[in-house]
């Protein structure tokens, strides 16, 4: 499966400890998002990633939010001190070519983190 | 900025009757429209993508949806759904050149058998 791939499927943290979510986009693609998804709501852009750099970063909490997307490995979304309302799903997406933005995203099945 | 409106939250519809789900969006720019679904537990899979050309474009799973610039809808129908169907189903706008996406709160689609 070519697919983009996150883990962990679930993962659940206790108030301030850190969550770490892991993105490995589609084979060739070098362009990461990231989206966060609560209950009733549809998914927020948070941050837009090309290797080793960040795009943009406007819908990132400005504190305690962070994510990279190194020039090997997965690009992961970092939260530290988790409060209850980091609670969410989270997906990644990605891309082949951000000059073409007809280009749609391929998603991966989400991170549902809960926190304790 | 772009922004998206699905107005209905639920819709219920009885097994091979036909549906509609509605989306509007607003824009300063010119934008790419797309439906995305959602079944329980799983990440957004693409239905179909309005780009140029023609109104009306088809996608998977027997689903189409037309493009009207002057009301700036996107409604997404089905002449026929089957069980199969329920999910949660997206509307996304994007500015052209840019890939930034923009999602509707979301319609769950609930076929009745």
């Known amino acids: 499966n070519a697919g983009v791939m996150q883990n962990p499927r679930h993962l659940v943290r206790r108030r301030g400890q850190e969550a770490r979510l892991r993105c490995s986009p589609m084979?060739?693609?070098?362009?990461v998002y990231w989206y966060r998804q609560l209950p009733e709501e549809g998914l927020k852009f948070m941050v837009y990633l090309q290797k080793e750099n960040i795009i943009d970063e406007s819908g990132m909490p400005k504190e305690r939010f962070s994510a990279e997307f190194p020039k090997e490995g997965p690009s992961i979304l970092r939260i530290q001190q988790v409060v209850r309302g980091d609670s969410a799903a989270y997906f990644c997406?990605?891309?082949?070519?951000?000059?073409?933005?007809?280009?749609?995203?391929?998603f991966g099945d989400g991170t549902r983190l809960s926190i304790l | 900025a772009q922004s998206v409106t699905q107005l209905d939250s639920q819709v219920p519809v009885f097994e091979e009757a036909p549906v509609e789900l509605r989306c509007n969006y607003s824009s300063s720019v010119s934008v790419y429209l797309f439906w995305y679904v959602q079944y329980p537990n799983q990440g957004l899979q693409l239905l179909l993508k309005?780009?140029?050309?023609?109104?009306l474009v088809k996608g998977i799973n027997g689903f189409e949806a037309e493009f009207n610039k002057s009301q700036t809808s996107f409604h997404l129908r089905k002449p026929s759904v089957h069980i199969s169907d329920t999910a949660e189903y997206f509307c996304?706008?994007?500015?052209?050149?840019?890939?930034?996406?923009?999602f509707g709160t979301g319609t769950k689609l609930q076929v009745i058998p």
């Open positions: 996304a706008v994007t500015p052209r050149g840019y890939q930034k996406v923009t």
């Open positions: 997406a990605s891309s082949l070519l951000q000059e073409s933005s007809n280009q749609p995203q391929h």
């Open positions: 309005y780009l140029s050309g023609s109104t």
């Open positions: 084979k060739g693609h070098s362009h």
